[in-house]
T-cell receptor, first 111, second 115 residues
């Protein structure tokens, strides 16, 4: 059974810092991995999708990497802004099955 | 219009009532999912459907049922609601075929409160 964990559970940083969020999974036979952002009480917004054959994806200030062999993905946020404050979730897509979510990292970027 | 639409967005009901949450999508995806989100517990899968004739239980299906009325429609029912079913419910779609990325798309959520 696939299990997904995210470290840290919460993070508070001053504006302008670069930061890394971590996602770990137990079964490396994955189809893809997706990072989401969720604002309080709102829906999930897709940030980046990495296929199992890819090593990283970039979108603006965001960069996500994938290392299947070690069961890890990282989301790098450059030059953080207060508007980045949200909960970040990773979801692992398994072949022929469904998606397993991590518990999320709650990020606060202080002005 | 949103690609994945959930109705109602908010609902308050009483213990024992039957509730239906509806989801429709315009993405043409075969796969649809219902998730539940509780504070501190993340998203948990209730049911999923890979096509109109395929329904599968997720990790927390007890107390819930689903109906896949068409490729575009997937509804979730609580036959007799209880307070611990108070949560934020999400519908999602994906299409992991060679021509698609398998990306998961979410609706905006349905907040259900059972008194």
């Amino acid at each position: 059974k696939q299990e997904v964990t995210q470290i840290p559970a919460a993070l508070s940083v001053p504006e302008g810092e670069n930061l890394v969020l971590n996602c770990s999974f137990t079964d490396s036979a994955i189809y893809n991995l997706q990072w989401f952002r969720q604002d309080p009480g709102k829906g999930l917004t897709s940030l980046l999708l990495i296929q199992s054959s890819q090593r990283e994806q970039t979108s603006g200030r965001l960069n996500a990497s994938l290392d299947k062999s070690s069961g890890r993905s990282t989301l790098y946020i450059a030059a953080s802004q207060p508007g980045d404050s949200a909960t970040y979730l990773c979801a692992v897509g398994n072949y022929g099955q469904n998606f397993v979510f991590g518990p999320g990292t709650r990020l606060s970027v202080l002005p | 219009d949103a690609d994945v639409t959930q109705t109602p967005r908010n609902r308050i009901t009483k213990t024992g009532k039957r509730i239906m949450l509806e989801c429709s999508q315009t993405k043409g995806h075969d796969r649809m999912y219902w998730y539940r989100q509780d504070p501190g517990l993340g998203l948990r899968l209730i049911y999923y459907s890979f096509d109109v004739k395929d329904i599968n239980k997720g990790e927390i299906s007890d107390g819930y049922s689903v109906s896949r009325q068409a490729q575009a429609k997937f509804s979730l029912s609580l036959e007799s609601a209880i307070p611990n079913q108070t949560a934020l419910y999400f519908c999602a779609t994906s299409d992991p075929t060679p021509s698609n990325t398998g990306e998961l798309f979410f609706g905006e959520g349905s907040r259900l409160t059972v008194l």
